[in-house]
């Protein structure tokens, strides 16, 4: 097949910006896998906040109509000219650039799609690969969870907290997490962390600061943005590390360096794929998520699943909170 001949496939796409209703099922011509790409047939697809972003505008798409999407697994289909390394038949998973996972089939290219390993379950490693690698970088890289050290994580009960959670435990912390529910605190302590706060009814600050003795904590990990991003700055410790690196409850308002100076604070703002840039990088990140899981030490939750056509229900769902653990997609 040449790269010209058609490959009709049905997939979500966003023509404008705005809720969840703009998520269309439509037919589209994905073609043929060009030199350096592979097609891939998804079994299985991880829905991500992040997905919300762009279908908002809160993050910017190069081009319209767009396939939102960083994270599936699938078999390989077809390979492009003179590939080698990959062969139809594998079963590949991918997290990350480019968008364009809610589809039956991508075209991605080659050296962004590592092997799942016959231990790890595809729909388990497609709902984890990119929370998984992003747990990865935040306690190990950005900045390193030790034995001894006090840690808060916001919204715990999500796909990327519990899995922060869990990881966080057996590296020694003692972790705090926040969510919004009861239901919500019950996961959460079942994944390591030793204190749960109800955000939603407690005050999060004071409550940080009487279960430290007023000695704060190390590092916070805050997904949630503008609803706890100076609650969190509140709750650290002298010299201790902000890391921002999500905003589900809106983008945090701007901050002064001088908030930062009483306590000589670290901040940081991460986003994964300045974490995975190079091939090497994306391997080893990978492989310690999937060995987690193989070893148990990571259990993932996929506690919601929905067919990929109404991704827009599941989109619905994430953004209101109804959801706890990860969400997959079902083509
Ligand atoms: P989650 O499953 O964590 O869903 C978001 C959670 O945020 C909700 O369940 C909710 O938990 C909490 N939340 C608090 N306030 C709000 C609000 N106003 N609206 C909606 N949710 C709210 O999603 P993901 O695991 O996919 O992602 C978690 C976060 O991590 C996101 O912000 C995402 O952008 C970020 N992220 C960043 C990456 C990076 O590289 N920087 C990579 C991957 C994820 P509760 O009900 O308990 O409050």
Not at 2 to 12: E, H, L, T
Not at 81 to 104: H, I, K, N
Not at 170 to 175: C, F, I, M, Q
Not at 288 to 305: Q, W, Y
Request: with cysteine; glycine share 10%; hydrophobic share 40%.
């Amino acid at each position: 097949a040449s790269s010209s001949s058609p490959k009709m496939v049905k997939a979500i796409r966003v023509h404008e910006l705005g809720g969840p209703e703009v998520l269309k099922w439509e037919d589209v011509d994905i073609g043929e896998p060009n030199e350096g790409q592979i097609r891939v047939r998804n079994k299985a697809i991880g829905l991500n906040f992040i997905d919300v972003y762009f279908r908002k505008g809160v993050y910017k798409a190069s081009s319209f109509p767009f396939t939102p999407g960083m994270e599936a697994v699938g078999v390989v289909t077809a390979v492009g000219p003179g590939l080698t390394g990959r062969q139809v038949g594998d079963l590949v998973a991918y997290a990350g650039q480019p968008m364009g996972s809610y589809a039956e089939e991508q075209i991605l290219p080659a050296n962004k799609v590592v092997p799942v390993p016959s231990s790890v379950d595809p729909v388990v490693a497609a709902s984890v690969l990119l929370k998984g690698m992003t747990a990865q970088f935040l306690l190990r890289r950005c900045f390193k969870v030790e034995p001894g050290h006090t840690i808060l994580v916001h919204a715990a009960a999500g796909g990327v907290g519990s899995l922060l959670c869990q990881w966080a435990n057996v590296l020694g912390a003692t972790v705090i997490g926040t969510v919004s529910t009861k239901e919500k605190a019950a996961q959460a302590k079942e994944d390591g962390c030793h204190h749960v706060i109800l955000y939603t009814e407690e005050d999060f600050v004071a409550r940080v600061n009487e279960l430290t003795s007023g000695n704060g904590v190390e590092v916070v990990y805050d997904s949630v943005g503008k609803d706890t991003f100076q609650g969190s700055l509140e709750c650290l410790k002298l010299r201790g590390y902000m890391v921002s690196f999500g905003q589900s409850s809106g983008t945090p308002d701007p901050v002064p360096l001088s908030a930062l100076a009483p306590k000589s604070l670290f901040l940081t703002r991460p986003t994964l794929m300045q974490y995975v840039v190079t091939r090497d990088e994306l391997l080893e990140a990978a492989g310690e998520v999937f060995a987690n899981i193989a070893s148990g030490v990571l259990k993932v939750r996929v506690n919601h699943t929905y067919p990929l056509s109404e991704a827009a229900q599941a989109h619905a769902d994430i953004e209101s909170r109804k959801t706890s653990g990860s969400v997959v997609l079902v083509p």
